[in-house]
């Protein structure tokens, strides 16, 4: 049944068996197994369409992934379709909007719009696939300014659950559109998506270190310059224990602005003495990975996510108490601006929750989950219980991610697209 799709895919179609399998099931994070009964590198929006047309008519599911940074590993006898080759970038400058194929990375759209000025909402990692990214809502640098991702989104190419191709707007479709502004892939299969871009006259940024010994004094700076910044100024607090080397805390700023106006909103920091490095300065779009610097090659991880009602005095000693070790790095990334207002954006909604913990590890390097599990349990009284999107993980459902009555929307949406399951996100509305 799946070898005839050989015959009918221009892609490359493996089976378990064939030479190179197991490696093409591997997503981004390789702590995920991926147990699937077919990988389809699809070459075109022709090959896409051919699958999920096989897929319904055998009764089979489809996930689609570019590379795979979201995986949950749910994937069991599912065919996983590979979007990757799908790398059509349209920059339009005088409309200031962007259209994107499915396979099309962050550092590549920021590299093409920034020769007009122009950016996105990009995360911290330019090796992100804009698309899946916008799909689950999109938080990232410069959203206090601008909101989610998928806030500026004005059309989805997409193949249904028939395998029908189509273009989807506000005006063709509005419950549709509405579900894949932040609702997740669970409802069509997105090929490509035009959304509008930001015009950026000048963007300041970059990281500052110390030992973790000054931890209280940055963290108390930081409470103090989040506690009212412009929309402008994004802040970021890592506590940071890599291998082999000792413990540090950073901040990392970008700033939609000159560098003067910059370092006065960040001056709190000056009297943090024992600082061991300042890359802040003038920022090219193209460099916001540098920032984070995160890694830009798969590998084994454990993460968990958290929202956070405040960040007084006693989640601070929470967050303080006790070194972070096993886990590699302990972040709290500044929410709020235009995130916390209403808009006419699609299921991401707003985010009340002022602030982000992010925990990180990786698996087999201590008891990383049992750390994650007590910090968070550390902070019960300040957690929303909710997270967004894409910040979910192995063993947890959409339904941390959405109130109850966007929920129950996303699903009749699921239940009305796609009633015999084709498609499967990540993490599904349904599950």
Known sequence: MLKHMKNTIKGQVLLPGDEGFEEATRPWNLAVRQPVRAVVAAEDTDDVAAVVRHARL???????????????GDVDGVILLRTGRLGEIEIRPGERTARVGAGVLWGELQAAASEYGLTGVPGSSPVVPVVGYTLGG????????????????????????????????????????????????DYALVTAMEFDLHPIPALYGGRLLWPAERAPEVLAAFREITADAPDELTVWLDLLQFPGAP??????????????????????????????????????????????????????????????????????????????????????????????????????????????????????????????????RSLVPYTSGRKPYTFLTRGERAAAAFSGRVLDRLREVKRDRDPRGVFRANYPVLG
């Open 58 to 72: 055998h009764g089979l599911t489809v996930t689609a992934q570019a590379s795979g940074h979201g995986a949950s």
């Open 138 to 185: 999109g938080l990232g640098w410069f959203s206090r300014k601008y909101g989610f991702a998928a806030d500026a989104v004005r059309s989805f190419d997409v193949v249904d659950a028939d395998g029908v191709r189509s273009t989807v707007t506000a005006e063709s479709d509005a419950e549709l559109f509405w579900a894949l502004r932040g609702g997740g892939g």
């Open 247 to 376: 413990a540090m805390v950073a901040v990392d700023s970008t700033f939609l602005g000159g560098g003067a106006e910059a370092r006065a909103l960040l001056s709190p920091l000056d009297g943090v003495a024992g600082l061991i490095s300042d890359s802040r300065g003038p920022l090219p779009l193209t460099e916001l990975g540098s920032i984070n610097a995160e890694p830009t090659d798969p590998g084994p991880a454990l993460s968990r996510g958290e929202l956070l009602t405040g960040l007084d005095d006693v989640v601070a000693k929470a967050l303080l108490e006790r070194p972070i070790a096993p886990l590699l790095s302990v972040q709290l990334r500044q929410l709020g601006g235009a995130l916390a207002r209403p808009g006419d954006g699609g299921a991401s909604g707003v985010v009340e929750e002022p602030y982000l913990l992010h925990l990180l590890g990786i698996p087999g390097m201590g008891e990383v989950g049992e750390r994650q599990e007590e910090i968070t």
